[in-house]
């Protein structure tokens, strides 16, 4: 429980700072958008470089991380299908909507989670590299391919990592770990630095994104809305205990990681990576907010029942 509260009040700490930031209009009217941009663009890379140059292929090899990545593939194909032949919902819509059901906030709040509730940060740890290895460069890949004309092209898609800051973030770290050498901390020091700003800028772009919207009133996205916060929250941790417990036999600490791991609320990363791409803003920011609210119940319930 105090690791459900500890995260929960950073997060709305810093998320309120943003809200009277834009409250007030205290960066101009583009303020959203230009941390937006620096989040996306310089603190997230040096984030993922220096987390990936500190990790190693065997972080990846967990049973309670099968189970996170079968519960995401799950929700997030019956999202995107709902989205796509039911909705007809446009690809990067679609896409940003699927994030926001199945892309937890592994970092900010699932760190404080894991330390209080599963008393080992590490069952985080691969949860977050699959996320920005696999999931974010899949989205990231759709959304480039949407926020032009030309459409998804081979040469396009090879060339995308050398386009997309986050991605060269990402493969940077990936190839000084498999290299097997190990920078030391003083050259990884400047990137700790810069890293360490990417969640709490996110937040105060997520928070100055919040005045005059109505994340509970009825609208266009409302039904997306609703489906994406119901498959984060309740389905999601369902699907991961049901493959956990009967599917991979895992009890215990292990079960417990799997559970709390997927049900994690939304990352505000999905709000930054819809900002910088323009691609259902008020969408991924209303389920980021409705999801991290109703995370503070759920997380508590499961920490009761299988802590």
Not at 212 to 241: C, E, F, H, M, N
Not at 256 to 266: E, N, Y
Not at 268 to 285: E, M, P
Request: with cysteine; charged share 10%.
């Amino acid at each position: 429980m105090r690791g459900v509260v500890t995260g929960f009040a950073v997060i709305w700490s810093v998320t309120l700072v943003g809200y009277v930031v834009g409250r007030y209009n205290l960066l101009g009217p583009h303020g959203t958008a230009v941390i937006a941009r620096l989040v996306f663009l310089i603190a997230t890379p040096a984030l993922l470089f220096g987390t990936l140059a500190r990790s190693t292929v065997a972080d990846l090899a967990t049973p309670a991380l099968a189970a996170f990545v079968l519960s995401t593939v799950v929700v997030a194909a019956g999202y995107l299908l709902v989205a796509r032949l039911g909705w007809r919902r446009p690809a990067g819509e679609a896409t940003v909507g699927t994030l926001s059901a199945s892309y937890v906030n592994a970092a900010n709040l699932g760190l404080p989670v894991a330390a209080y509730v599963l008393d080992d940060v590490s069952f985080v740890a691969p949860v977050l590299i699959f996320q920005v290895l696999v999931a974010a460069p899949l989205a990231l890949g759709v959304l480039d391919a949407t926020s032009t004309d030309r459409g998804l092209h081979l040469r396009r898609l090879a060339l995308l990592p050398a386009r997309n800051p986050i991605m060269l973030g990402c493969a940077g770290g990936v190839l000084v770990s498999i290299s097997g050498w190990h920078p030391p901390a003083e050259l990884l020091r400047p990137f700790d630095l810069v890293g360490s700003a990417a969640v709490p800028l996110a937040l105060i772009a997520l928070g100055m994104s919040l005045p005059g919207s109505r994340p509970l009133a009825g609208g266009p996205d409302a039904q997306q809305r609703y489906v994406a916060v119901t498959l984060k929250i309740v389905v999601q941790p369902l699907v991961a205990y049901l493959i956990a417990r009967f599917g991979l036999g895992l009890t215990g600490p292990t079960l417990l990681a799997a559970v709390v791991t997927s049900a994690l609320p939304t990352a505000q990363n999905v709000f930054v990576f819809a900002t910088h791409y323009r691609q259902a803003q008020s969408l991924a920011r209303d389920v980021v907010v409705l999801s991290t609210l109703a995370a503070a119940v759920s997380l508590a319930v499961i920490a009761a029942l299988l802590g």
